[in-house]
Protein backbone atom coordinates (compact mmCIF):
# COMPACT_ATOMS: atom_id res chain seq x y z
CA UNK A 1 0.00 0.00 0.00
CA UNK A 2 1.50 3.47 -0.68
CA UNK A 3 3.08 5.20 2.10
CA UNK A 4 0.61 7.65 4.15
CA UNK A 5 1.14 11.44 4.05
CA UNK A 6 -0.51 13.91 6.14
CA UNK A 7 -2.09 15.58 2.79
CA UNK A 8 -4.16 13.24 2.27
CA UNK A 9 -5.67 13.70 5.70
CA UNK A 10 -6.02 17.30 4.99
CA UNK A 11 -7.87 16.19 1.62
CA UNK A 12 -10.63 14.43 4.03
CA UNK A 13 -10.85 17.46 6.48
CA UNK A 14 -13.03 19.02 3.71
CA UNK A 15 -15.63 16.22 4.54
CA UNK A 16 -15.41 15.26 8.00
CA UNK A 17 -17.04 16.44 10.98
CA UNK A 18 -16.86 15.73 14.49
CA UNK A 19 -19.21 14.00 16.69
CA UNK A 20 -20.96 16.18 19.83
CA UNK A 21 -20.60 14.90 23.10
CA UNK A 22 -21.82 11.44 24.32
CA UNK A 23 -20.72 9.55 27.59
CA UNK A 24 -19.73 6.98 25.24
CA UNK A 25 -17.64 8.54 22.04
CA UNK A 26 -16.94 5.59 19.46
CA UNK A 27 -13.42 8.09 20.61
CA UNK A 28 -11.96 9.06 23.16
CA UNK A 29 -9.78 12.49 22.66
CA UNK A 30 -6.36 11.69 24.38
CA UNK A 31 -3.47 13.62 25.40
CA UNK A 32 -0.90 11.02 25.40
CA UNK A 33 2.44 13.19 25.43
CA UNK A 34 3.77 16.48 26.77
CA UNK A 35 5.47 16.88 23.45
CA UNK A 36 1.96 17.00 22.01
CA UNK A 37 1.27 20.97 22.43
CA UNK A 38 3.08 23.78 22.28
CA UNK A 39 2.55 27.41 21.80
CA UNK A 40 5.87 28.01 20.33
CA UNK A 41 5.53 27.97 15.96
CA UNK A 42 7.80 26.42 13.75
CA UNK A 43 10.65 28.40 11.81
CA UNK A 44 13.12 26.44 9.32
CA UNK A 45 14.99 23.95 10.49
CA UNK A 46 18.15 24.61 12.25
CA UNK A 47 19.96 21.10 14.03
CA UNK A 48 23.39 20.95 14.21
CA UNK A 49 25.23 17.67 14.72
CA UNK A 50 26.76 17.82 18.04
CA UNK A 51 31.48 17.77 17.81
CA UNK A 52 30.80 17.21 21.57
CA UNK A 53 27.98 15.29 22.63
CA UNK A 54 25.86 17.18 26.00
CA UNK A 55 24.75 13.40 27.33
CA UNK A 56 25.37 9.97 27.09
CA UNK A 57 22.84 7.29 26.01
CA UNK A 58 22.29 3.82 26.05
CA UNK A 59 22.18 2.21 22.80
CA UNK A 60 20.37 -1.38 23.14
CA UNK A 61 16.78 -2.12 21.99
CA UNK A 62 15.37 -1.22 25.45
CA UNK A 63 14.47 1.55 26.94
CA UNK A 64 17.31 4.05 26.58
CA UNK A 65 19.27 5.79 29.82
CA UNK A 66 20.39 8.82 29.71
CA UNK A 67 23.59 10.28 31.93
CA UNK A 68 24.01 14.19 31.45
CA UNK A 69 27.81 15.18 31.10
CA UNK A 70 29.26 18.24 32.07
CA UNK A 71 28.84 21.42 30.16
CA UNK A 72 29.29 24.87 31.50
CA UNK A 73 26.95 26.05 28.78
CA UNK A 74 23.64 25.85 27.11
CA UNK A 75 22.45 25.06 23.31
CA UNK A 76 21.50 27.82 21.48
CA UNK A 77 20.15 25.59 18.60
CA UNK A 78 19.00 21.75 18.47
CA UNK A 79 21.41 19.69 18.63
CA UNK A 80 20.80 16.62 17.09
CA UNK A 81 23.13 13.10 17.70
CA UNK A 82 22.16 10.13 16.55
CA UNK A 83 22.75 6.92 18.66
CA UNK A 84 21.96 3.96 16.12
CA UNK A 85 20.84 4.93 12.53
CA UNK A 86 18.18 3.06 11.21
CA UNK A 87 17.90 0.84 7.96
CA UNK A 88 14.18 1.60 7.21
CA UNK A 89 12.14 4.37 5.54
CA UNK A 90 13.49 8.07 5.90
CA UNK A 91 10.78 10.24 7.80
CA UNK A 92 9.53 13.30 5.59
CA UNK A 93 7.42 16.20 6.40
CA UNK A 94 4.02 15.04 6.86
CA UNK A 95 4.77 11.70 7.62
CA UNK A 96 2.69 9.51 10.53
CA UNK A 97 5.08 7.84 13.01
CA UNK A 98 5.13 5.78 15.75
CA UNK A 99 7.80 5.88 18.18
CA UNK A 100 8.95 5.59 21.46
CA UNK A 101 10.95 8.50 23.46
CA UNK A 102 12.12 9.46 26.83
CA UNK A 103 12.08 13.22 27.75
CA UNK A 104 14.39 14.76 30.50
CA UNK A 105 15.54 18.11 31.71
CA UNK A 106 19.20 19.25 30.38
CA UNK A 107 19.94 21.20 33.50
CA UNK A 108 19.52 18.16 36.23
CA UNK A 109 18.15 14.80 33.96
CA UNK A 110 15.15 15.03 35.73
CA UNK A 111 12.66 12.62 33.57
CA UNK A 112 9.26 14.41 32.98
CA UNK A 113 7.90 11.98 30.53
CA UNK A 114 8.51 8.93 28.45
CA UNK A 115 5.93 6.82 26.02
CA UNK A 116 7.98 3.74 27.70
CA UNK A 117 5.88 4.40 30.91
CA UNK A 118 2.51 3.95 29.55
CA UNK A 119 3.82 0.74 27.91
CA UNK A 120 2.06 2.50 24.47
CA UNK A 121 4.19 3.37 21.71
CA UNK A 122 3.15 6.94 20.18
CA UNK A 123 1.79 7.68 17.00
CA UNK A 124 2.89 11.52 15.38
CA UNK A 125 2.21 13.82 12.64
CA UNK A 126 5.80 15.06 12.20
CA UNK A 127 6.63 18.61 10.91
CA UNK A 128 3.39 19.74 10.81
CA UNK A 129 3.12 21.46 13.78
CA UNK A 130 1.81 18.84 15.98
CA UNK A 131 4.35 18.56 18.36
CA UNK A 132 7.28 20.85 19.39
CA UNK A 133 9.37 22.45 17.00
CA UNK A 134 12.13 20.66 18.07
CA UNK A 135 10.53 17.22 16.96
CA UNK A 136 9.16 18.43 13.92
CA UNK A 137 12.70 19.58 12.98
CA UNK A 138 14.68 17.23 14.62
CA UNK A 139 13.11 13.79 13.16
CA UNK A 140 12.59 14.41 10.27
CA UNK A 141 15.34 12.81 8.33
CA UNK A 142 15.16 9.85 10.97
CA UNK A 143 15.69 6.12 9.66
CA UNK A 144 13.14 3.18 10.91
CA UNK A 145 14.78 1.47 13.44
CA UNK A 146 16.79 4.80 14.49
CA UNK A 147 17.41 6.28 17.73
CA UNK A 148 17.79 9.63 17.87
CA UNK A 149 19.17 12.13 20.42
CA UNK A 150 17.47 15.69 20.43
CA UNK A 151 19.07 18.36 22.53
CA UNK A 152 16.22 21.02 22.47
CA UNK A 153 16.79 24.96 23.26
CA UNK A 154 13.47 26.53 24.96
CA UNK A 155 12.79 28.85 21.51
CA UNK A 156 12.37 25.12 20.29
CA UNK A 157 10.36 23.60 23.32
CA UNK A 158 7.84 25.41 25.68
CA UNK A 159 9.49 28.83 25.74
CA UNK A 160 9.22 31.53 28.73
CA UNK A 161 5.97 29.56 28.91
CA UNK A 162 6.90 26.06 30.21
CA UNK A 163 4.64 23.16 30.52
CA UNK A 164 3.06 22.89 33.90
CA UNK A 165 4.74 21.83 36.89
CA UNK A 166 7.09 19.44 35.26
CA UNK A 167 8.44 21.64 32.89
CA UNK A 168 9.79 25.31 33.94
CA UNK A 169 10.02 28.44 31.94
CA UNK A 170 13.55 28.59 29.99
CA UNK A 171 13.85 25.17 29.86
CA UNK A 172 17.05 23.25 28.00
CA UNK A 173 15.38 19.14 27.48
CA UNK A 174 16.51 16.39 25.90
CA UNK A 175 14.76 13.67 24.12
CA UNK A 176 15.91 10.65 22.78
CA UNK A 177 13.39 9.23 20.12
CA UNK A 178 13.31 5.81 18.68
CA UNK A 179 11.41 5.64 15.73
CA UNK A 180 9.53 2.13 15.04
CA UNK A 181 8.06 2.73 11.98
CA UNK A 182 6.02 5.04 9.46
CA UNK A 183 2.62 4.36 8.47
CA UNK A 184 2.20 2.73 5.38
CA UNK A 185 -1.82 3.14 5.10
CA UNK A 186 -4.19 4.38 2.29
CA UNK A 187 -7.68 5.80 3.82
CA UNK A 188 -10.38 4.24 3.45
CA UNK A 189 -13.08 4.29 0.96
CA UNK A 190 -16.84 5.98 2.35
CA UNK A 191 -19.14 2.88 2.42
CA UNK A 192 -21.55 2.28 0.19
CA UNK A 193 -25.43 2.93 1.49
CA UNK A 194 -26.30 0.10 3.51
CA UNK A 195 -28.95 -1.39 5.36
CA UNK A 196 -27.84 -2.52 8.91
CA UNK A 197 -29.86 -5.19 10.81
CA UNK A 198 -30.60 -5.73 14.17
CA UNK A 199 -27.84 -7.76 15.17
CA UNK A 200 -23.78 -6.57 14.79
CA UNK A 201 -22.59 -7.02 11.34
CA UNK A 202 -18.53 -7.44 11.13
CA UNK A 203 -16.82 -7.48 7.92
CA UNK A 204 -13.02 -8.10 7.20
CA UNK A 205 -12.22 -6.02 4.24
CA UNK A 206 -9.24 -7.46 4.83
CA UNK A 207 -7.66 -9.66 6.89
CA UNK A 208 -4.17 -8.81 9.14
CA UNK A 209 -1.43 -10.87 9.76
CA UNK A 210 -0.76 -10.03 13.80
CA UNK A 211 -2.25 -11.22 17.05
CA UNK A 212 -5.90 -11.12 17.40
CA UNK A 213 -7.21 -8.38 19.57
CA UNK A 214 -8.77 -9.73 22.70
CA UNK A 215 -11.03 -8.18 25.60
CA UNK A 216 -8.76 -5.84 27.68
CA UNK A 217 -5.93 -4.87 24.82
CA UNK A 218 -5.14 -1.19 24.49
CA UNK A 219 -5.24 -1.14 20.19
CA UNK A 220 -4.38 2.12 18.12
CA UNK A 221 -6.78 2.12 15.55
CA UNK A 222 -7.72 4.27 12.21
CA UNK A 223 -11.31 4.50 11.35
CA UNK A 224 -13.94 6.30 9.88
CA UNK A 225 -17.35 6.50 11.20
CA UNK A 226 -20.89 7.10 8.93
CA UNK A 227 -24.32 6.86 8.68
CA UNK A 228 -26.25 4.53 6.47
CA UNK A 229 -26.30 6.66 3.70
CA UNK A 230 -22.66 7.52 3.65
CA UNK A 231 -22.47 10.87 5.41
CA UNK A 232 -19.29 10.72 7.82
CA UNK A 233 -19.95 12.13 11.34
CA UNK A 234 -15.96 11.38 12.66
CA UNK A 235 -13.16 10.08 11.19
CA UNK A 236 -9.58 9.60 12.87
CA UNK A 237 -7.85 10.63 9.68
CA UNK A 238 -9.08 14.01 9.71
CA UNK A 239 -7.30 14.62 13.13
CA UNK A 240 -3.78 12.91 11.41
CA UNK A 241 -3.13 10.52 13.87
CA UNK A 242 -4.38 7.14 14.93
CA UNK A 243 -7.00 6.86 18.07
CA UNK A 244 -6.03 4.47 21.29
CA UNK A 245 -8.14 2.84 23.58
CA UNK A 246 -8.98 -0.26 25.74
CA UNK A 247 -11.32 -2.69 24.26
CA UNK A 248 -13.84 -4.77 26.06
CA UNK A 249 -13.52 -2.62 28.94
CA UNK A 250 -16.86 0.29 28.16
CA UNK A 251 -14.61 2.91 26.99
CA UNK A 252 -15.97 2.90 23.38
CA UNK A 253 -19.72 2.41 22.04
CA UNK A 254 -20.49 -1.56 22.69
CA UNK A 255 -20.62 -1.91 18.84
CA UNK A 256 -17.09 -1.49 18.98
CA UNK A 257 -16.16 -3.35 22.37
CA UNK A 258 -17.77 -6.24 20.36
CA UNK A 259 -16.72 -5.90 17.27
CA UNK A 260 -12.83 -5.10 17.03
CA UNK A 261 -12.50 -8.36 19.77
CA UNK A 262 -10.81 -11.08 17.14
CA UNK A 263 -9.25 -8.19 14.45
CA UNK A 264 -6.04 -8.97 13.76
CA UNK A 265 -3.32 -6.26 13.45
CA UNK A 266 -2.77 -4.94 10.02
CA UNK A 267 -6.50 -5.65 9.32
CA UNK A 268 -9.51 -3.63 7.91
CA UNK A 269 -13.15 -4.53 9.48
CA UNK A 270 -16.47 -2.85 8.26
CA UNK A 271 -19.00 -2.53 11.55
CA UNK A 272 -22.43 -2.35 10.87
CA UNK A 273 -23.73 -1.21 14.45
CA UNK A 274 -27.19 -1.14 15.52
CA UNK A 275 -28.67 1.90 17.25
CA UNK A 276 -28.72 -0.11 20.54
CA UNK A 277 -24.89 -0.79 20.28
CA UNK A 278 -24.16 2.73 19.52
CA UNK A 279 -26.05 5.79 21.13
CA UNK A 280 -29.63 4.11 21.20
CA UNK A 281 -32.38 6.69 22.04
CA UNK A 282 -30.16 9.62 22.89
CA UNK A 283 -28.29 9.62 19.72
CA UNK A 284 -25.13 12.14 19.89
CA UNK A 285 -25.76 15.57 19.56
CA UNK A 286 -26.86 16.59 16.06
CA UNK A 287 -24.69 14.54 14.37
CA UNK A 288 -26.26 11.00 15.09
CA UNK A 289 -30.22 11.43 16.08
CA UNK A 290 -31.59 8.94 18.10
CA UNK A 291 -31.94 5.19 17.27
CA UNK A 292 -29.35 5.62 14.25
CA UNK A 293 -27.32 2.06 13.00
CA UNK A 294 -23.65 3.01 12.56
CA UNK A 295 -21.37 2.13 10.27
CA UNK A 296 -17.37 2.17 11.19
CA UNK A 297 -14.17 0.67 8.84
CA UNK A 298 -11.49 0.54 11.31
CA UNK A 299 -7.85 0.03 10.40
CA UNK A 300 -6.03 -2.10 13.45
CA UNK A 301 -2.59 -0.58 13.64
CA UNK A 302 -1.13 -1.95 16.64
CA UNK A 303 -1.70 -3.81 20.02
CA UNK A 304 0.43 -2.19 22.60
CA UNK A 305 -0.49 -4.50 25.29
Not at 78 to 97: F, H, K, W
Amino acid sequence: MPRFHILIAAFFSFFFWGCSSSDKPPVEEQSDSTVVESEVSSSPPTSLLSAEPWVEVSSNAGRPVISLLPRNETPNDLVVRDISVGTGMQAEIGDVLEVNYVGALLSDGTEFDASWNRSQTFFVPIGMGAVIPGWDQGIVGMREGGRRVLITPPHLAYGSSGAGSSIPPDASLVFVVDLLSILDLEPPAIPEPTEVGELLGVEDLYEGTGDPVESGDTVTVHYLGTLTDGTVFDASWRRGMPFTTVIGVGRVIAGWDQGIVGMREGGRRLLKIPSDLAYGERGSGAAIPPNTPLLFVVDLIRIQS
